[in-house]
């Protein structure tokens, strides 16, 4: 890093100079106005110092206009870093047991509260947890279950399914994170809309990721239903409208880490545009917790029809098909079970997803094999 202060009569010299001095690329640092008998301006400018030196043209400054030497910065004595970076050490430390002291009083209020229940709806309470079901979900339904025997009932309202697959409108769009398995899901359903003799297109906004086109390239080729690859989100409704003849057109999308603003930055110019479209949100069947919340507080903000919940082989346990309802309040409108196209979806009914949620199901004993 170079820094200069040049001294003027006026700002338009002064930023002249520095330019000429320093190249393009110099930064503008401060400006000073010097009033008296003498009026003039100093600037001071910055340039990455290889840049400035490669950039800078050797052009003569002129008498009026001298370069004012900067004062050498000193950096801190050793010591004193020394001593920076060990309190830095001690505060991480501090933060980190105030993080652990915290946890430990919230799960002794916990265990409190769960001590003072009758013993029907502690085993509720135990049951459901060992199932995956969230503590603040399985407590909302201890409620209402004084047992085990009553949980079906109890979990009932808490599930909703969307029967009859997919809905009435015509193009539908699938979101979701990375590699949750949009794409795969895509060519599932348009071919059970194929199945339903149903005439199909596919668009992909999925230019993002090499290889991602190809994928979805091949499953249309081997469906023989025709691919639109398009580059943005305001061009659907325009492609929709070159396919007014099919009945159904799925949209495929790139999976964005739900922590950015991508999401919706991308996605808002089709909402934008007005064309109708049903969304579905997927989420994996193996997300932990945390993530589907932060998942739910980024696409819960897109207009998110229903639900489908990728991976179910996958799963060890099924909680989450509780979780994802008690957080998004949307219906499941399938799950997956596997990679295989066409075959690995299934449109379940609520009493099948209330079954698997209560299902102890060790490692390996997906539900998956059952299903097909
Ligand atoms: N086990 C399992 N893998 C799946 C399922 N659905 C998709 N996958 C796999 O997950 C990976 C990512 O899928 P992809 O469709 O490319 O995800 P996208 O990034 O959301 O489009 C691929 O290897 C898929 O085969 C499923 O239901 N079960
Ligand atoms: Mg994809």
């Known amino acids: 890093m170079k820094i200069k202060t040049f001294r003027a009569k006026t700002f338009g010299e002064a930023l002249a100079l520095v330019k000429r001095e320093m190249g393009e690329d110099a930064v503008v640092l401060s400006t000073e106005e010097k009033k008296g008998p003498r009026p003039s301006v100093e600037v001071s400018a910055a340039v990455d110092y290889e840049a400035g030196e490669a950039a800078s043209p050797k052009a003569a400054i002129p008498s ?9 910065v000193p950096p801190p004595p050793v010591r004193e870093q020394e001593e920076i970076r060990q309190l830095k050490n001690t505060l991480i430390e501090f933060k980190t047991e105030v993080g652990s002291i915290r946890e430990l009083i919230e799960d002794t209020r916990t265990e409190a509260k769960t001590a003072r229940l009758p013993a029907g709806k502690r085993d509720v309470l135990r049951f459901l947890k060992k199932r995956g079901v969230r503590e603040e979900h399985a407590r909302g339904i201890c409620d209402t ?6 949980i079906p009932r109890a979990m009932a309202a ?11 409108k015509k193009a539908i769009v699938l979101i979701g994170p990375t590699g ?10 348009a071919a059970a809309a194929i199945k339903a003799r149903k005439r199909v297109a596919i668009v992909s906004l999925d230019s993002y990721r090499i290889g991602a086109i190809e994928q979805v390239r091949i499953y249309a080729k081997i469906m023989g239903v025709p ?3 398009v580059p943005d989100a305001g061009r659907v409704k325009a492609c929709l409208a070159r396919h007014a003849d099919k009945d159904v057109v799925f949209i495929d999308t790139t999976g964005r880490n739900p922590l950015g603003d991508a999401v919706l930055s991308e996605l808002a110019p089709l909402y934008e545009s007005g064309v109708p479209v049903e969304t579905h949100l997927l989420v994996s069947a193996t997300s932990d917790y945390d993530f589907l919340d932060r ?17 179910v082989d996958e799963a060890v346990r099924y909680g989450a098909l509780y979780n994802v309802s008690a957080l998004f309040g949307k219906p499941i ?13 299934v449109f379940p009914t609520r009493e099948k997803v209330l079954r698997m949620i ?5 490692a390996g004993a997906a539900p998956a094999a059952a299903e097909r």
């Not at 009026?64 to 050498?72: D, F, G």
């Not at 949750?180 to 359903?189: E, F, I, P, Y």
Request: aromatic share 6%; glycine share 14%; net charge positive.
């Open 333 to 345: 409108a399938y799950l997956t079970n596997g990679q295989t196209v066409p075959g690995d979806i």
């Open 158 to 168: 808490g599930v909703a399914v969307r029967g009859g697959g997919m809905g009435g």
């Open 180 to 189: 949750v398995g949009k794409t795969t899901t895509v060519a599932k359903l």
């Open 227 to 229: 691919l639109e690859v």
């Open 358 to 362: 209560l299902m102890e199901s060790p």
């Open 145 to 150: 279950a004084n047992n085990v025997k009553e």
């Open 295 to 311: 998942a739910w507080k980024s696409y819960g903000r897109l207009p998110v029809d229903c639900v489908g919940v990728t991976k």
């Open 64 to 72: 009026w206009a001298t370069p004012i030497p900067s004062p050498a």
